[in-house]
């Protein structure tokens, strides 16, 4: 099998048909695209998400954290409690180790989550660190990848491949310079926001869906909205945010900047009445925002920018090949 995500097909047939006992307070299990689980608490949901760090080893502890958050932040909960398994291989370190626990408890407490358990231990299976962290919250109410309808506004912020550009820059610097990327443009790269928590949460009022687009980047994201809804998109690419060391970086490794890793970005549909609120609130938090394109009826493509069209809920992320 091809390293990444499983494509959705295979994804289906062996692992989302098997779900074990139904449970009648679980309202959005595991499906394709869907960042999330909700669970009906009886007047209150419980937002639980599950994610590994594989792509990345100099950032795989903060990683973890913002990851996983994001995805329990993009259903309109706050995160709040982080349950964290470390995988060392026997070749590393105790400082390997304090690096890993230094970055996940220093990015919990940025955004105000507590570390409440996990798991640690040294293994063969793994050939370097390997994070996997389980982030949770408690809301009165949730959005939903699949909530996006034709005439929705489609929303992004901050910039396409920026986690991707991170990692390049921290992971791959050297072989970066050598490539012909500036040293400047390496060192800008390794400081992007990569938590969605604070538009997240703005926007969870006025959404008719969010989603944080990690693998696949912000082309795989769109077509998981898509899938998920039920409609197709129409994205100008030249309307998507990105910045020039993200686009040096990624040229340089031979990876299109819309098809990577790019947590920190938030897609979000909104519908025409709700738009200028939307911006309004963007505005005031201070986060790079741009109105990217349209939700429009299912047609025979999930995603169409400026003609590329995807017709899958699958991007392959080029970057995992690096590792």
Known sequence: MKVGKLHPQLLRQLVLARRGAWRREVVVGPAV????????????????????????????????????TNDVAVRGVEPMWLSVSIFLPSAAGEGDLDEIARQIDEAAREIGVAVVGGHTEVTTAVTRPVVVATAMGVGRRYVTTGGAR??????????????????????FGEEAVRRGVDKSAVEAAKSFNISVIREALALADFATSMHDPT??????????IAYA??????????????????????????????????????????PPNQLDAAL?????????????????????YLVDISGEKIHEPYVEDKLFSLF
């Open 33 to 68: 695209g869907e960042d999330a689980a909700i669970i009906d608490l009886g007047g209150a949901y419980l937002v639980v998400h599950t994610d590994p760090i594989s792509g990345s080893v100099k950032l795989v502890g903060r990683l973890a954290v913002f990851v996983s």
């Open 229 to 270: 809804s039920g409609v197709s998109i129409v994205v100008d690419r030249g309307a998507v945010l990105t910045r020039p060391e993200i686009e040096a970086l990624c040229r340089a490794f031979g990876i299109d900047p819309l098809k990577t890793l790019s947590s920190g970005v938030l897609l979000a549909t909104v």
């Open 280 to 300: 309004n609130k963007l505005r005031g938090l201070g986060v790079p925002h741009a109105v990217i394109g349209r939700v429009v009826e299912k047609s025979d």
């Open 215 to 224: 693998e696949g980047g912000v082309a795989g994201g769109l077509a998981e």
């Open 150 to 171: 034709p005439g929705d506004y489609v929303l992004m912020t901050k910039y396409a491949g920026q986690e991707a550009a991170s990692i390049l820059a921290t992971d």
